[in-house]
């Protein structure tokens, strides 16, 4: 069965740093893409990036390059999603998820994981 | 303001028929597919319809997608009560490099 499980909730203050996870299992974690998607507090979807866990290939939505970092390990299976220095409109839930084939850029995503929700405040 | 346009709310009662527009433009819609996603209460999304027209395997045939020039649309017929949740659509953008969504739509069975 495909899995993708994410970290756990995270509160930050203003202006520290974090990392969070997602751990792929029941499928091959190096050959597809991995994208991470943000949902801020009753809002929509954003798509802020995607990396082949493979050669840690990355490619980044303009909104979003330079605020984060996107990164995996592929010897534990697992994709990180990390910040250098919060800020409140970081507040949001951060969603990872598996492209349904690989080859492409821009596949549609078959499975996401639960969520790990980031509150930044002071 | 989301890339592509998607009606805030729909509604229907069981058993009806529903549509949920999607509109974007030359550079994604007009020239890529279009997936949709479900999202229940609390939930992570869960791919519904990809590659305009396509349903992953379980997802059941009361939904149905089509697209025509930058417009696409997500149909639901036999609404039941659990199909209560916000619908998104996304498609490729080749002017931003990346993927798009829609705004989402609340879809409420009546």
């Known amino acids: 069965e495909v899995q993708l499980v994410q970290s756990g909730a995270e509160v930050k203050k203003p202006g520290e740093s974090l990392k969070i996870s997602c751990k792929g299992s029941g499928y091959s974690f190096s050959s597809y893409w991995i994208a991470w998607v943000r949902q801020m507090p009753g809002k929509g979807l954003e798509w802020m990036g995607i990396i082949y866990p493979g050669d840690s290939d990355t490619k980044y939505s303009p909104s979003f390059q330079g605020q984060v970092t996107i990164s995996a390990d592929k010897s534990i299976s697992t994709a990180y999603l990390q910040w250098s220095s919060l800020k409140a409109s970081d507040t949001a839930m951060y969603y990872c998820?598996?492209?349904?084939?690989?080859?492409?850029?821009?596949?549609?995503?078959?499975?996401w994981g639960q969520g790990t929700l980031v509150t930044v405040s002071s | 303001q989301s890339v592509l346009t998607q009606p805030p709310s729909a509604s229907g009662t069981p058993g009806q028929r529903v549509t949920i527009s999607c509109s974007g433009s030359s550079s994604n819609i007009g020239r890529n597919t279009v997936n949709w996603y479900q999202q229940l209460p609390g939930t992570a999304p869960k791919l519904l319809i990809y590659s305009n027209n396509q349903r992953p395997s379980g997802v059941p045939d009361r939904f149905s997608g089509s697209k025509s020039g930058t417009s696409a649309s997500l149909a639901i017929s036999g609404l039941q009560s659990e199909d209560e949740a916000d619908y998104f659509c996304?498609?490729?953008?080749?002017?931003?490099?990346?993927?798009?969504f829609g705004g989402g739509t609340k879809l409420t069975v009546l």
């Open positions: 998820a598996k492209h349904f084939y690989s080859g492409s850029y821009y596949a549609p995503f078959d499975y």
């Open positions: 996304a498609a490729r953008d080749d002017t931003l490099n990346g993927v798009v």
